[in-house]
């Protein structure tokens, strides 16, 4: 089993930049993928950026080139970084991570403001 405890969302105007932390607990070297995700009021929960199982990232397209998702594996955590935010980036960010079963965090808000 893995827990994720995200941190590092907020309050942002348009234009700024917020870095979203995952650290990830239990079976950390036996992630075969993880990822953000983000769910905004009245949608359904999307892929932002994500390793897969072979290492290589994959990311939505409304998020290239704005953001980049990056990890640690000696400490079982993944990061976003977040430039360039819109309005339309406001959402409840999970983290994500596969060990056999899927795993969420509790999610983290951010709020991008016009």
């Known amino acids: 089993q893995v827990q994720l405890v995200e941190s590092g969302g907020g309050l942002v105007q348009a234009g700024g930049s917020l870095r979203l932390s995952c650290a990830a607990s239990?079976?950390?070297?036996?992630?075969?993928?993880m990822g953000w995700y983000r769910q905004a009021p009245g949608k359904q929960r999307e892929l932002v950026a994500t390793f897969t199982r072979s290492g290589s990232t994959v990311y939505a397209n409304s998020v290239k080139g704005r953001f980049t998702i990056s990890r640690d594996n000696a400490k079982g955590a993944v990061y976003l970084q977040m430039n360039s935010l819109k309005p339309e980036d406001t959402a409840v960010y999970y983290c994500n991570a596969i060990v056999g079963s899927s795993y969420w965090g509790q999610g983290t808000q951010v709020t991008v403001s016009s």
């Open positions: 239990g079976s950390i070297f036996s992630i075969n993928a």
